[in-house]
């Protein structure tokens, strides 16, 4: 069940990069889109009945840690990522005095 609601999420913020013309909607889109790849990857590393890799008992099945630091820095990577875009949003407004994907390439 939590695999399909991920999979909504992604084809949510695929079709929100595909079909929106406002670039900040594009933006939005793949925040979306990122953030469902990094929900389907700690899914994935979740084990049933496992414990934190914290105790020195070594008859427990443990989590591998190594997913989750993975996926904190591809969230930085994503931040990183939208401020950018953001940044070269506020430049393309300057420039041609919208933000619309298909004015712009009508402008130009």
């Not at 020195?56 to 989590?63: A, L, R, T």
């Amino acid at each position: 069940m939590i695999y399909a609601l991920n999979m909504i999420l992604f084809t949510l913020g695929l079709v929100i990069m595909i079909r929106e013309s406002n670039l900040v909607k594009k933006v939005i889109g793949l925040n979306i889109f990122q953030s469902s790849i990094f929900i389907f990857f700690i899914l994935l590393s979740k084990l049933n009945d496992s414990l934190p890799p914290i105790l020195e008992d070594y008859n427990y099945n443990y989590s591998n840690p190594l997913p989750h630091v993975l996926i904190l820095t591809a969230i930085v990577v994503s931040i990183s990522t939208t401020s950018l875009a953001l940044a070269l949003i506020l430049k393309i407004k300057k420039q041609f005095n919208t933000i619309d994907e298909d004015e712009i390439s009508k402008e130009d």
